[in-house]
């Protein structure tokens, strides 16, 4: 038997009003008419609080964009789980901000894509940037918990002080610092958002500085960029062992991008209990524990601190699940990960990504840089 | 980061709560949640926390702990939920 989940990370839509270019949702978004219906979520809440879990976090897409997000907050907080909405903050008012609090809502998470107008709103593919710092004044007054997300990379990673200094203005609780994670439309624009070897060791003592001098103030939690680590990351806690993601509609994975990987099938809430999909389900078990480990992990030391890593990267970048995680310096395939960094660090331009019409790129204003730098491949919406 | 002065009135962090009780199975065991995380608290540690209402002053809570607890070295009990509610302001789980 596994032990129980923590949490559950509800992606209770792919709409959204963002196009980031480093979006983790699937290239293959599912469609509106295919979402679950309040009651299924409502349900999900009473069995994840039921097997034990804590947390909910509320993701998407843009969560705000389903129209029920009050009744599914009320419905979270009375069955005691602790709710956390991850959003944008594009759609929300300060009056359905009051609302989502008065149901119930404990921690809302905002994502900043740059400290500088321009780039932000580039980055996202939406004028957004300045609807965000005055929610950020909004949240405050509602006293819940408060997180702004900063997603660093590439692009941005040079003035990486000015926009600490530009999340501290904004005065939440927590700051989360995350270096863009290559799945997705991440992966898909990877070379124009990997950092260079001294943008990298310029961030460690960046956030370093920050960690001591906002202690107490702000707690800053900081995610590795894991191309550059020696080891990999303990991807999701393990596979099967702390989280369940049930998706737009109502499927049950191990993570956000387990789709990617073939085989895998993904049994659903409208069929199942949330425990059966836990304990049950073949998705669940397939990379749970150890028995699926290969060389050189099935013998290593540090195989119960990070699982062999991510199995998702692992089939992204050598086409096998069950391979170490190439992140790590042990992996006999590690040197996918050192030839995209040699790229990153060769000085030349970055090569030119898979393109989109360039009238939608001009439409965000003019930022420069990045478009003679490169071409994004910007997440779109379902259809 | 600075210990509690007596005037200081220690409470849970803006986002920190208690969770509801059918979370805790084992009644000795309280759950303070928190964004991304939970603490498990027992003992002494649930009491100090329990005290820390937002209304009274971290010298009356050591008074109530000195009642409840027997402990003969004298200004233990302060020094130690001091520490205490340093460690969790430090995680932004208290604040005073």
Redesign the interface.
């Known amino acids: 038997m596994a032990s129980n989940p923590l949490a559950l990370i509800a992606e209770i839509t792919h709409r959204c009003p963002l196009h980031c270019v480093y979006c983790s949702n699937p290239l293959q978004m599912i469609q509106v008419q295919a979402e679950i219906a309040t009651e299924d979520w409502l349900r999900v809440f009473r069995e994840a609080a039921k097997l034990g879990m804590l947390h909910v976090h509320l993701t998407g897409g843009e969560p705000l964009a389903r129209q029920d997000l009050t009744e599914l907050i009320a419905g979270a907080h009375q069955a005691g789980l602790y709710t956390n909405l991850i959003t944008s903050g594009l759609g929300l008012t300060r009056g359905r901000l009051r609302e989502l609090v008065g149901a119930g809502l404990d921690h809302i998470q905002l994502s900043f894509q740059d400290s500088r107008e321009a780039p932000a709103n580039w980055i996202a593919g939406a004028r957004a940037h300045a609807h965000k710092i005055e929610l950020a004044a909004w949240i405050r007054e509602q006293r819940i918990a408060f997180t702004a997300n900063l997603v660093v990379h590439r692009q941005n990673l040079d003035h990486l002080e000015e926009m600490i200094s530009f999340i501290e203005s904004l005065a939440p609780g927590r700051m989360e610092i995350a270096h863009a994670q290559y799945y997705g439309w991440a992966l898909e624009n990877r070379a124009a958002l990997i950092p260079t070897r001294e943008q990298l060791d310029h961030a460690v003592v960046v956030v370093a500085a920050a960690v001591e001098r906002l202690k107490g103030k702000i707690r800053i939690d900081a995610v590795v960029a894991d191309y550059y680590a020696r080891y990999p990351k303990a991807c999701m806690g393990g596979w099967g062992q702390r989280l369940m993601l049930i998706d737009p509609k109502g499927r049950a994975l191990p993570c956000h991008a387990a789709g990617v990987i073939p085989g895998l099938e993904f049994d659903s809430v409208r069929e199942h209990s949330l425990e059966w999909l836990w304990q049950e389900s073949a998705a669940f078990q397939k990379f749970r524990g150890e028995a699926w480990m290969p060389e050189p992990c099935r013998s290593c030391d540090r195989r119960a601190e990070d699982f062999g890593g991510c199995r998702c990267q692992a089939f992204l970048l050598t086409g096998d699940a069950a391979a170490t995680d190439p992140a790590c310096s042990l992996s006999p395939q590690h040197f996918v990960m050192e030839e995209a960094l040699q790229v990153a660090n060769s000085g030349e331009p970055v090569s030119q990504l898979v393109s989109r019409p360039v009238a939608e790129r001009g439409a965000f204003g003019s930022f420069a840089q990045v478009q003679r730098e490169s071409e994004w491949k910007y997440r779109v919406n379902p259809e | 980061?600075s210990l509690p002065a007596d005037q200081s009135v220690p409470t849970l962090?803006?986002?920190?709560?208690w969770?509801?009780p059918?979370?805790d199975d084992d009644h000795e065991e309280r759950?303070v949640?928190?964004?991304?995380g939970?603490i498990k608290v027992q003992g002494p540690g649930r009491r100090i926390l329990e005290e820390c209402d937002g209304k009274r002053t971290f010298l009356e809570i050591v008074s109530t702990l000195e009642r409840q607890y027997n402990v003969a070295e004298p200004g233990r009990i302060r020094s130690d939920a001091a520490n205490f509610l340093e460690q969790l302001?430090?995680?932004?789980i208290v604040d005073y």
Request: glycine share 4%.
């Open positions: 980061m962090a803006t986002g920190c709560r969770a509801t059918e979370a759950t949640l928190f964004p991304e939970a302001h430090e995680k932004r």
